[in-house]
T-cell receptor, first 115, second 110 residues
Framework: DTAVSQTPKYLVTQMGNDKSIKCEQNLGHDTMYWYKQDSKKFLKIMFSYNNKELIINETVPNRFSPKSPDKAHLNLHINSLELGDSAVYFC??????????????FGPGTRLTVL | DAKTTQPNSMESNEEEPVHLPCNHSTISGTDYIHWYRQLPSQGPEYVIHGLTSNVNNRMASLAIAEDRKSSTLILHRATLRDAAVYYCILGYSGTYKYIFGTGTRLKVLA
């Protein structure tokens, strides 16, 4: 059973389109995250949710809107896609961000290509 | 923000131990030291973490300097499957926002 799953695995789209990436975790965790890994392989946190509440928003453009319908899901919706949005997006989860040394479990990633 | 410094790349022969260093001279007293690795085309995976004492688990050992300004991840017997980018990360108290650096790309030679 996959602990953290993401769909789709690959996403190719045109500039200006709106797209969503879905993430689900079956670990019973309270905290979920979205990370972006750019072409230079830098991995940077974008958002974090705890019990469906936003706790970290790393000055990500308003075009990015995370949505957490329940604790097991954190979806990422992107409006008006730009070339610079091309990257690999990773979802992750952990028991509780406030727990010291909390281990994060990452999904397999979604490679987004904006043409 | 406290940052970490790691060598860009390292090489090891298969079946030999590997010592991956990390400097974190501005670490604060409550920051945990985490190590994750990212295999090709996969998401990062947890390796080990510690606060002050050395730590061992089935994957690796973590040796933490007495002043906590540096640490070393030890893979006791490198295998080809250990070829990955290894990230040393400080866990910020309260938010646990991970700041990933550039990591060390480990190449394991057969």
């Amino acid at each position: 059973d996959t602990a953290v799953s993401q769909t789709p695995k690959y996403l190719v789209t045109q500039m200006g389109n709106d797209k969503s990436i879905k993430c689900e975790q079956n670990l019973g965790h309270d905290t979920m995250y979205w990370y972006k890994q750019d072409s230079k392989k830098f991995l940077k946190i974008m958002f974090s949710y705890n019990n469906k509440e936003l706790i970290i928003n790393e000055t990500v453009p308003n075009r990015f809107s995370p949505k957490s319908p329940d604790k097991a899901h954190l979806n990422l919706h992107i409006n008006s896609l730009e070339l610079g949005d091309s990257a690999v997006y990773f979802c992750a989860s952990s028991h509780d961000f406030q727990r010291e040394g909390d281990e994060q479990f990452f999904g397999p990633g979604t490679r987004l290509t904006v043409l | 923000d406290a940052k970490t410094t790691q060598p860009n790349s390292m090489e090891s022969n298969e079946e030999e131990p590997v010592h991956l260093p990390c400097n974190h001279s501005t670490i604060s007293g409550t920051d945990y030291i985490h190590w994750y690795r990212q295999l090709p085309s996969q998401g990062p995976e947890y390796v080990i973490h510690g606060l002050t004492s050395n730590v061992n688990n089935r994957m690796a050992s973590l040796a933490i300097a007495e002043d906590r300004k540096s640490s070393t991840l030890i893979l006791h017997r490198a295998t080809l499957r250990d070829a990955a980018v290894y990230y040393c990360i400080l866990g910020y108290s309260g938010t646990y926002k991970y700041i990933f650096g550039t990591g060390t790309r480990l190449k394991v030679l057969a």
